[in-house]
């Protein structure tokens, strides 16, 4: 089987913006078909890594690299196969939905006019695209700027705060749009949003970035499980919690009670035990147990402890 291959790679970029180091030896990729969500607090880097990616800004030092072509050797091959929205999409509001798309549509070589409709239907614009954008809401307004980003069959898209001023329908219209591109018709996206909570629903990976420094890059299973290798957070529901804690706590965890539920803090590599050990213990002690599960860590938790820990000097504290 053919090995798959990066749609979008960057290797050491590094970027200054009048003197000031903006980005420093970032390496990431992102696979076909995935959902990648680049996350970082205000002035962390983002914004320019996107600008360099899609050519809005020079490349200083490094390598970006998309469907495999070079971006200082064959920049237009791949802008051919990269398309994008920084903030909020322009466009012509005294024109129709299907007139702004035709107009850029003329910038590609090609593409037949029924293309406008068939990401019309994609987006869930169709029944409305005739009408003029000055009648359109923010959100139809951002799913026609997708509609154009996806005209000429981008393999990666990029989208930088795409949810900015949405409700909350329209954020979930969104999110059902771009899973449908990546994980059904194999678009690669690329995607900053400050919406921690919507991104937890949506992506399949996530980097971190810092103060220009890319701290992590991590799987949802894995931001699922972060919170140190030998660490793990459960909790224990009991009819007799205070026997339970007492157990619990000889055994070399930390808990604490919160109602009928125990939450439990085991460090296996200090003696602690994880929640099948902790289990068989209580079982033959003879202490009811009426419910288990793991705590499953948000990816807001994993960013908060990631950028919270985060210094230069330390990037050993989150795994890289």
Avoid: W
């Avoid at 890594?49 to 495999?68: M, P, Q, R, Y």
């Avoid at 999110?175 to 449908?180: H, Q, Y």
């Avoid at 706590?249 to 296996?268: C, F, K, Q, S």
């Avoid at 499953?296 to 050993?316: N, V, W």
Wanted: hydrophobic share 40%.
């Amino acid at each position: 089987m053919e090995e798959m291959k990066p749609v979008l790679s960057i290797k050491n970029l590094t970027k200054h913006l009048s003197s000031k180091l903006i980005l420093n030896n970032i390496s990431l990729d992102v696979m076909p078909g995935e959902i990648f969500g680049f996350l970082g607090p205000n002035g962390s880097g983002k914004t320019t890594t996107i600008k360099v990616v899609l050519g809005l800004l020079s490349l200083e030092a490094g390598e970006v690299s998309v469907c495999g072509y070079d971006m200082r050797k064959e920049p237009m091959k791949a802008m051919n196969c990269v398309n994008g929205i920084i903030e909020n999409p322009e466009m012509y509001k005294y024109l129709t939905g299907k007139q702004n798309l035709m107009q850029y549509l003329r910038m590609y070589d090609g593409i037949p006019e029924s293309r406008c409709d068939e990401v019309a239907e994609i987006v869930g614009l169709s029944a409305r695209i005739n009408d003029k954008v000055g009648k359109y809401s923010l959100g139809m307004r951002q799913r026609l700027g997708l509609a154009q980003a996806m005209l000429n069959r981008p393999k990666l898209l990029i989208l930088d705060e795409p949810t900015n001023g949405l409700d909350p329908v329209g954020i979930k219209e969104l999110r059902d749009i771009l899973k449908r591109l990546s994980h059904i018709e194999g678009t690669a996206v690329f995607i900053s949003s400050h919406q921690l909570a919507e991104l937890d629903l949506m992506c399949d990976r996530v980097g971190i970035i810092d103060r220009g420094n890319l701290v992590a890059v991590k799987t949802m299973d894995e931001i699922r499980r972060l919170n140190g290798g030998s660490v793990s957070e459960y909790l224990i529901g009991t009819e007799e919690p205070g026997r339970a804690l007492e157990l619990i706590v000889a055994a070399g965890n930390t808990a604490v009670i919160e109602g009928n539920l125990i939450r439990v803090t085991a460090d296996t590599a200090k003696g602690g035990k994880a929640l099948p050990e902790m289990l068989r213990e209580l079982i033959l002690a003879d202490v009811r147990v009426t419910s288990a599960a793991p705590v499953r860590h948000s990816l807001e938790d994993a960013f908060l402890e990631i950028t919270g820990s985060y210094s230069p000097d330390k990037r050993k504290a989150v795994g890289i």
